[in-house]
C-alpha cells in the first residue's frame, strides 16, 4: 500500500510545483481543453491501455475484478467507497466552472491517501476553500482547487483514480493489504464526519454572531 501512497504523492508534488510554462506549451495545453473540456472516465482508461507502463494496472484490474465498463460511478471502487463521501460545494477557478466534476474532484481528493486536505470557510467569497496538501520526503505543498490550472486539474482526477485502481488491486491480491486499506479507509471516512461536525458548528457559530450584531446595532441604534 505504501508503494502506491509514495508514488502518488510525488507525482501531485511535481505537478503542484509547476510554475510557467512557455508560450507553445500552454498554447498546446489549451488545445487539448478546446477538444476534452470535461474529463472523461473511460477514455482515461482507454489512454492507459495504450500506454505501455500504464496498461498493466488496467489488465491487472480486469483479470482480478471485471472490464472497466460504464460511468464511474459504476467502479467498485467508487460504490464501496468514494460514495460515502458527500460533497460540499467550494470555490473553484472561474473559467473553468462548468467544465469539471467537482462532486468526483472532492471525493477523490477526500479518499485519497497519497494527500490531506482542509476546507475553509472565505469570507470574502462566502464559500469554502479546497485546501490539498501533499508531501514527498522532505518536500511539501499546499494548493487550493481555485488557483490551479486547468491542466493541473486533469492530471490530478489521473493520478487520483489510478490510486483508487492501484489500491483496490491490492486489496484483491493480498488479505493483510486488504485489511490495512478497508482500516484506512473507514480512518479517512471517520475524519471526513469529523471535518462535516466541524464545519457545522463554525458555520452557527458564525451565523449567531451576525444575529447578535445585528441585534446589538438595533439597540444601539435605538439610543
Excluded at 20 to 37: D, G, R, T
Excluded at 149 to 176: A, C, G, P, T, V
Aim: hydrophobic share 40%; charged share 35%.
Amino acid at each position: 500500500m505504501w508503494r502506491v501512497y509514495f508514488a502518488i504523492s510525488s507525482c501531485i508534488l511535481v505537478l503542484f510545483y509547476y510554475k510557467k510554462v512557455s508560450f507553445i506549451q500552454e498554447s498546446a495545453f489549451y488545445l487539448l481543453f478546446l477538444q476534452k473540456m470535461l474529463f472523461n472516465f473511460q477514455s482515461f482508461i482507454d489512454e492507459m491501455r495504450e500506454k505501455d507502463e500504464k496498461k498493466e494496472i488496467v489488465e491487472k484490474y480486469e483479470n482480478l475484478y471485471w472490464p472497466i465498463q460504464w460511468d464511474i460511478e459504476d467502479q467498485l471502487w467508487y460504490k464501496e467507497y468514494l460514495t460515502k463521501f458527500d460533497f460540499v460545494p467550494f470555490l473553484t477557478p472561474d473559467e473553468l466552472g462548468n467544465d469539471f466534476d467537482w462532486n468526483l474532484l472532492e471525493k477523490l481528493v477526500t479518499g485519497s491517501f497519497s494527500s490531506d486536505y482542509e476546507l475553509k470557510f472565505d469570507d470574502k467569497n462566502s464559500a469554502y476553500e479546497l485546501y490539498i496538501a501533499v508531501k514527498s520526503g522532505d518536500q511539501s505543498v499546499v494548493k487550493t482547487v481555485s488557483e490551479l490550472w486547468s491542466f493541473q486539474m486533469l492530471r490530478l482526477y489521473e493520478i487520483y483514480i489510478e490510486e483508487q485502481m492501484n489500491l483496490q488491486i491490492l486489496k484483491k491480491e493480498d488479505e493483510s493489504e486488504q485489511w490495512a486499506i478497508d482500516s484506512e479507509r473507514e480512518m479517512r471516512l471517520k475524519k471526513r464526519n469529523a471535518v462535516r461536525d466541524t464545519m457545522g458548528r463554525e458555520q452557527m457559530a458564525k451565523e449567531v454572531k451576525a444575529d447578535q450584531e445585528e441585534k446589538l446595532w438595533d439597540l444601539l441604534g435605538k439610543l
